[in-house]
């Protein structure tokens, strides 16, 4: 049972580069968020969205795209890297309704130099 | 709006010490209170949740209680291990306004010595 998958774990950028950060579930959740964890702020909500081909922002969107053409995908860009992005980002997925707990992947740590 | 504050860290105790970890929200609505546990390297684990006031929430020796009147959701265990040692996330999601969105305390890390 994978769960939420996140890739890749690691990664370094210069100031300017684009990247992906990927998200996968295979739980058929339709619920899908990404947050960024930073010393002493717990975690802050980027994007999410609550099901595929609907997204909208979190706490802390700018310089970030999402899009969710799947249930199972939700993959976070960065269109131009800046050292305030250095940061461990984390994906997460719950289903829809009650209180059902999020599910969170183990983390990717991008540092911006 | 709605927040979390959780007690500073870092947290050093002894084994077989007793925790608490107090956690205090505000929240416009009526929240669900959860307490998360990330070990080194790993993502986020749920480790209890209460949906209601005066629901208790427990798992692997840990409880937390939530309390409406005093707007309260503390974390405690009665003994503590090494393998508790990690770091310890208060959150809340209001239910009406996105529950999908989980608003965190900061974090309190916790070591345990043997």
């Known amino acids: 049972n994978a769960g939420v998958t996140q890739t890749p774990k690691f990664q370094v950028l210069k100031t300017g580069q684009s990247m992906t950060l990927q998200c996968a579930q295979d739980m058929n959740h339709e619920y899908m968020s990404w947050y960024r964890q930073d010393p002493g702020m717990g975690l802050r909500l980027i994007h999410y969205?609550?099901?595929?081909?609907?997204?909208d922002q979190g706490e802390v969107p700018n310089g970030y795209n999402v899009s969710r053409s799947t249930t199972e995908d939700f993959p976070l860009r960065l269109l131009s890297a800046a050292p305030s992005q250095t940061s461990v980002y984390f994906c997460?997925?719950?289903?829809?309704?009650?209180?059902?707990?999020?599910?969170f992947g183990d983390g990717t740590r991008l540092s911006i130099l | 709006g709605n927040s979390v504050t959780q007690m500073e860290g870092p947290v050093t105790l002894s084994e077989e010490a007793f925790l608490t970890i107090n956690c205090t929200y505000t929240a416009t609505g009526y929240p669900s209170l959860f307490w998360y546990v990330q070990y080194p390297g790993e993502g986020l684990q749920l480790l209890l949740k209460a949906t209601k006031a005066d629901d208790k929430g427990s798992n692997k020796g840990f409880e937390a209680t939530y309390r409406k009147e005093t707007t309260s959701f503390h974390l405690e265990k009665g003994s503590v291990q090494v393998s508790d040692s990690a770091v310890y996330f208060c959150?809340?999601?209001?239910?009406?306004?996105?529950?999908?969105?989980?608003?965190f305390g900061q974090g309190t890390r916790l070591t345990i010595n043997p």
């Open positions: 959150a809340l999601s209001v239910k009406g306004q996105g529950a999908q969105k989980l608003v």
């Open positions: 969205s609550v099901g595929a081909g609907i997204t």
């Open positions: 997460a997925s719950r289903p829809v309704g009650g209180t059902q707990p999020q599910h």
